[in-house]
């Protein structure tokens, strides 16, 4: 059984390896190199996105308070003008009619 040159039997025999031996092992390690670049850049891209995430989270916050903040002035204005109406109605019940002139 004879084996095939490699890049180990190089190694460990000094025999010199073929064309086809050398290629793989260039192919493979281009390989290795893409898919650990990749792997990187894939890394990249999530912690971007997760840092678009809490801007985009924090500035809906301030948004938020913001209208819940107006609502909350518009509903006490609401208030206000129902009280208002309310002491009119009493009054003007609680006036007697004067006569027109």
């Known amino acids: 059984m004879k084996l095939e040159p490699t890049l180990l039997t190089f190694v460990f025999t000094g025999s010199i390896p073929d064309v086809f031996t050398i290629i793989s092992l260039i192919l493979f390690t281009?390989?290795?190199a893409l898919l650990f670049y990749s792997l990187r850049l894939l890394a990249k891209i999530n912690?971007?996105?997760r840092?678009?995430?809490r801007q985009q989270a924090a500035t809906r916050q301030p948004?938020?308070?913001t209208r819940?903040?107006?609502e909350a002035s518009l509903n006490e204005a609401?208030?206000?003008i129902d009280d208002a109406i309310y002491l009119?109605?009493?009054y003007i019940r609680a006036c007697p009619k004067r006569?027109?002139?």
Do not use: G, V, W
């Open 51 to 53: 840092e678009s995430l």
């Open 47 to 49: 912690r971007l996105q």
């Open 78 to 80: 609401i208030d206000h």
């Open 88 to 90: 009119l109605e009493r």
């Open 30 to 32: 281009t390989s290795l």
């Open 63 to 65: 948004i938020r308070a």
């Open 68 to 70: 819940q903040d107006a």
């Open 99 to 101: 006569p027109r002139n």
